[in-house]
């Protein structure tokens, strides 16, 4: 995994950041945001360490995972950059929890009670609390992991949920993310994105002393329209990265 990046491959995430950065400037001028108000959590699954490092010199410091032993192994080998954040953005099996629990200081995927309960069993109490968010699917993919969030009766069930979790001892719910279906044209999934927000805005007004904040929103192929609509995390991969290697196998 240590494999080293070519000089130019440096030079290709350093554009490439300037471009994401460009995008990002444009959409929250949209709507009356500040760029600094939208994270840029890059997604590093299958990545060589050496482009992890490369991203890391260009100044980005959270990265994000989709598999816990690949997650762990490259948390432990980055160890030695200094502010780097690790967060899992994919679905964890429970048999893994204890891989991560320790060693990342977000959780976007959060799609069960059971795993909310396992990740704050396995959580040291001697750390802060994790932060998490919980995955909803508005589209009703069947595809798609995370909790039911397509009618009124799915948000009110939602709300029991956010009490559950809200109240584990190691975890500290920040707000949703959601992943829409895969679209040829961006706008195509701006309905999801706006459905989110409105489930945010639905549980703060539920339960507006939790204050959920964090919206994850938006990758390589759609982030523009998700910042439109209020995503404050987006994650990418090869918008900053560039191709992911082929599967071996």
């Avoid at 500040?34 to 299958?46: A, F, G, L, T, Y």
């Avoid at 954040?85 to 429970?94: L, M």
């Avoid at 977000?106 to 802060?128: G, I």
């Avoid at 929103?217 to 982030?223: C, E, I, L, N």
Wanted: aromatic share 4%; proline share 5%.
């Amino acid at each position: 995994m240590n494999t080293k990046i070519a000089p130019e491959r440096n030079t290709q995430i350093a554009e490439r950041l300037v471009r994401v950065l460009k995008a990002v400037a444009e959409s929250t001028a949209k709507v009356g945001r500040r760029p600094e108000d939208v994270e840029i959590v890059v997604v590093s699954k299958r990545q060589p360490e050496a482009l992890i490092r490369a991203a890391y010199g260009c100044g980005l410091r959270c990265f994000g995972e989709n598999y816990a032993e690949e997650a762990a192994v490259k948390i432990d080998d980055l160890i030695d950059l200094p502010n780097i954040r690790w967060d899992i953005v994919g679905h964890i099996q429970s048999r893994k929890v204890k891989l991560i629990a320790n060693k990342v200081s977000r959780v976007h995927s959060v799609d069960s009670l059971k795993l909310a309960a396992l990740l704050s069993q396995s959580r040291s109490p001697e750390l802060d609390p994790l932060d998490v968010l919980i995955e909803v699917n508005v589209s009703g993919e069947v595809s798609k992991e995370g909790f039911a969030a397509q009618t009124l009766t799915d948000w009110q069930g939602l709300l029991l949920v956010v009490d559950d979790i809200s109240r584990m001892r190691n975890l500290r719910l920040r707000g949703l993310m959601t992943m829409p279906p895969l679209q040829s044209e961006m706008e195509n999934n701006r309905m999801y994105f706006r459905k989110t927000r409105e489930l945010l805005n639905f549980l703060n007004d539920a339960r507006p002393a939790l204050k959920l904040g964090e919206l994850s929103m938006g990758t390589s192929s759609d982030f523009p329209i998700a910042i439109e609509e209020g995503a404050s995390l987006i994650r990418l991969g090869e918008a900053i990265l560039g191709p992911r290697p082929a599967k071996e196998g």
